[in-house]
């Protein structure tokens, strides 16, 4: 942009022109790139077209020759005569196939077929199917561009060709195109874009021309008009005020310029005038505020005295001598402030005497109090002591109870089992005295057997004695049997009395059992009932042990409060002697002032200092005009 501001408008119209060329070039040279790229995209999609179509017969005889129909030499040279026969292109352009050796299966070209090109160069000596075969071997699309002849012995023109593969029969299928047409066509594209810019851009030079002509003229008028008038020369004339576009609008603004420099040399006169007369009040304004200065000045010295006795600590004063009128008021502000100065310092040492006299009687009550509070504080930490042992035995209680309580539980449960174990006793004791009944029918059984095992050996005894010599033997054996008789029944005798005595017992030992298991059932109530109350004296004994535990901490807060009080009391009574000081202190620094009112007395200036200059140290520091006064 600086650049473009360092060239005059003629040649900014000139760039604009060359940009326009360029443009026209540009636009032309973009056409032109995508029609050849239009055209080529239609090359490729005829190529691979034919390709997918020549693939497609030979898969086609690929699945005959799977299904049987044809054997595989069959089928490939029936696909072979198929693809060489296709014809596209005004009959200029053909098919052809390769293994992939590149060995020629099919070409118009029948001295190729057999042969292997893959290493045969184009006439320019480019050797393209090496890349070829490899991409159509790897599936990839790729074309490939050389120079080939249309028929044999012809001249070489530019091609472009493409395989694609039949994996089945390790083919190569491919075709391609001249493209020596598409420059032809590029050509015919240009001189029609050629045709319809050229006429436009010259059009487009002569306007441009035209209006740089006329515009630069009236920049030049306006220019030249615009010097005159910087210059002075108010009458120069301004051209095109007459157009409505960016020129005139030019125009009218260096109209309206020139009206303000003729407006401005008006004013300049009328500031002359007003400059004069300002001149004049001002010297007026001097010589009032020269006035007014020295009335400023009685004013500080009349207020220099009064603030120079004041800071000696005397109220009794006043500023009788008058001032100005303007600043009368000033004064009767000044008495008026030391007469409430006065009134508020008697009132001051008054409140002070009755501080002081209320802090000692605070001081005492004070030292009183902290006493008190000390007593309490002790009195109540002995509480708390005493409390804290009671608590401890209460506790103490509440556990030996809680071990009570678990001892007689123990006790009722043994005491349950043992009611239990006698009642199985007495059952026990019962079937022994059924069984020793059933014993003793045993025994009279056995002696009753006994009686008559002895009546039968006497009777063989008897019958042996008849017999004579021959039952002898017999004989003794009875004798034997009725001696095993007799022996058996006294056996069975003497333990039948053993079962009756046995017996007897064993009645007695039920009865004994039966009282036992009474009396353990009794107990057992007993304990229940004493196994209840020790459970209320510990409960009892565990809720006094917890309300103590609670008065406990309660003290404790109780005490904790109690020593803060003292700490407060103490601080207390430090306050109240501080106060004491302070009031001390205080009536000390309202001595130093003179409350006693003196009639006629009137301030004067500090001695030592010129009159007009006392406290003017402290006066022009903070020193601002007084309303009215004139600075020049």
């Known amino acids: 942009m600086s650049f473009l501001r360092r060239l005059s408008i003629t040649w900014q119209f000139n760039l604009l022109s060359a940009f326009a060329l360029l443009l026209m070039v540009s636009g032309t040279a973009v056409s032109l790139h995508q029609s050849y790229n239009a055209e080529m995209a239609e090359k490729k999609f005829q190529i691979r077209s034919m390709d997918e179509a020549a693939a497609s017969i030979a898969e086609y005889y690929v699945g005959l020759a799977k299904a049987g129909s044809m054997t595989t030499p069959e089928a490939q040279k029936a696909a072979l005569a198929a693809i060489g026969a296709i014809r596209y292109g005004n009959n200029t352009n053909y098919l052809f196939v390769y293994n992939t050796e590149g060995v020629a299966l099919q070409h118009p070209f029948k001295k190729l077929i057999g042969k292997n090109l893959m290493n045969v160069p184009d006439a320019k000596g480019k050797l393209f199917n090496p890349e070829m075969f490899r991409q159509a071997i790897e599936g990839h699309v790729y074309f490939a561009h050389y ?23 390790h083919w190569v299928v491919g075709t391609g195109v001249y493209i020596d047409d598409v420059d032809s066509m590029m050509l015919a594209h240009l001189l029609t874009l050629s045709a319809i810019f050229l006429p436009l851009l010259g059009l487009y030079l002569i306007a441009v021309f035209a209006a740089r002509r006329q515009i630069s003229g009236l920049l030049t008028g306006l220019s030249q008009a615009m010097k005159r008038i910087s210059a002075g020369d108010l009458n120069a004339p301004i051209p095109a005020t007459d157009r409505h576009d960016e020129l005139g609008i030019m125009a009218t603004s260096l109209t309206s310029f020139k009206a303000d420099a003729i407006e401005k040399r008006k004013l300049e006169a009328d500031a002359e005038t007003i400059r004069r007369q300002a001149e004049e009040t001002h010297r007026l304004a001097e010589a009032e505020a020269a006035r007014r200065a020295e009335e400023q000045s009685a004013v500080i010295v009349g207020l220099g005295g009064g603030l120079s006795r004041l800071a000696a600590g005397d109220l009794s004063q006043s500023l009788d001598t008058k001032f100005a009128a303007e600043y009368e008021s000033l004064r009767a502000d000044f008495n008026a402030a030391l007469k409430q100065l006065r ?71 043994k005491a349950s089992q043992s009611g239990t174990v006698m009642r199985n006793a007495v059952e026990a004791m019962t079937e022994i005295e059924a069984s020793s009944g059933q014993i003793g029918n045993i025994i009279g059984v056995i002696d009753e057997i006994a009686f008559q095992t002895n009546l039968l050996a006497l009777n063989a005894g008897v019958e042996a004695a008849r017999a004579g010599e021959a039952g002898r033997g017999f004989a003794v054996v009875a004798t034997e049997v009725r001696a095993l008789a007799q022996r058996s029944a006294e056996a069975a005798k003497e333990i039948k009395t053993l079962i009756s005595t046995s017996g007897a017992q064993v009645e007695t030992g039920v009865r004994l059992v039966g009282e036992t298991g009474t009396a353990l059932a009794e107990i057992v109530t007993q304990v229940a009932e004493l196994n209840q109350m020790v459970k209320k004296i510990s409960s009892s004994a565990t809720q006094q042990s917890m309300g103590l535990a609670e008065v406990n901490a309660a003290m404790g807060q109780m005490d904790q409060v109690t020593q803060q009080n003292a ?20 009536d000390q620094l309202i001595a130093q002032f003179n409350i006693t009112a003196a009639p006629g007395k009137t301030a004067q200036p500090a001695k030592g200092k010129p009159e007009g200059q006392a406290h003017a140290k402290i006066l022009t520091g903070n020193f601002r005009p007084l309303p009215g006064a004139v600075t020049g």
Do not use: F, I, Y
Request: charged share 25%.
């Open 343 to 413: 009134a508020t310092m008697a009132a001051v040492g008054e409140s002070v005497g009755n501080v002081r006299a209320g802090t000692a009687e605070m001081m005492e009550a004070a030292d009183d109090l902290s006493r008190r509070t000390e007593h309490q504080a002790a009195a109540l930490e002995e509480t708390v002591a005493a409390l804290d042992g009671v608590t401890r035995t209460v506790k103490e209680t509440a556990e030996d109870a809680e071990r009570v309580l678990r001892v007689v539980g123990q006790a009722h449960d």
């Open 147 to 169: 120079v080939w002849p249309r028929t044999a012995g012809a001249t070489p023109e530019p091609k472009m060709s493409s395989l694609l593969l039949v994996p089945e029969w």
């Open 567 to 586: 700490a407060m009391v103490e601080e207390s009574t430090a306050a109240c002697h501080a106060l004491a000081e302070n009031a001390g202190q205080l």
